[in-house]
């Protein structure tokens, strides 16, 4: 009965995944925002001006991104973004979904499902099937990250693993907190 949840969860993964898709190159805010920010940071912006909504918006034209978009997350929210900062904004949106967001969506799903049992597989996959999920994966927001960090944490923190590994696991979800 187990691997039915395990089913469940594949299918309302690729529900999620066959939504996002077809958007895929799209300019929307959050990735957007990151993806600009993390860019400035890389080419020695002050972090600063970053916070600067007209400078902010300059930028964003400038990288050829036609939204408006305020930063208010700490300076470390942006981070996130470094590793597809090189990469033009459709490509690094794609690897940005398709590479981190989604695998460690999926990955952190399976986990929970794994040691919560077909209950919590079900559940599961009615979070990945949600459009909720969805929405998460088009905007690229940072959340699937954060799910990653709780469920990592949770783990190294389980029967006293690894407590300080929690808590140093734990520490970047509170600073991209935006």
């Known amino acids: ?6 089913l469940a969860l594949a299918v309302a993964t690729c529900f999620s995944l066959a939504r996002f898709w077809p958007t895929r190159e799209h300019v929307t805010t959050s990735f957007a925002g990151y993806w600009v ?4 940071l890389r080419e020695g912006t002050p972090v600063a001006r ?3 909504e007209a400078f902010l918006s300059e930028r964003m034209r400038a990288h050829g991104i036609g939204l ?3 930063f208010l997350g700490p300076p470390t929210l942006a981070l996130t973004a470094l590793p597809v900062a090189e990469l033009d904004y459709p490509r690094a949106r794609q ?14 799903c399976l986990a929970l499902a794994r040691r919560g049992g ?10 990945m099937a949600s459009p909720a999920v ?7 927001q940072v959340y699937g990250f954060a799910l990653g960090l709780h469920v990592l944490a949770l783990w190294a923190a389980e029967g006293g693993r690894f407590p300080a590994w929690a808590g140093l696991v734990a520490a970047p979800m509170m600073a991209t907190r935006g």
């Open 1 to 6: 009965m187990r691997w039915l949840g395990y």
């Open 37 to 40: 920010v993390a860019r400035e």
């Open 50 to 52: 970053l916070y600067d």
């Open 68 to 70: 408006a978009e305020v």
């Open 95 to 108: 690897a940005w979904v398709l590479g981190f967001s989604l695998p460690v969506i999926l990955a952190s």
């Open 118 to 127: 077909p209950g919590v597989a079900w559940a599961m996959a009615a979070v």
């Open 134 to 140: 969805g929405e998460c994966l088009e905007v690229g």
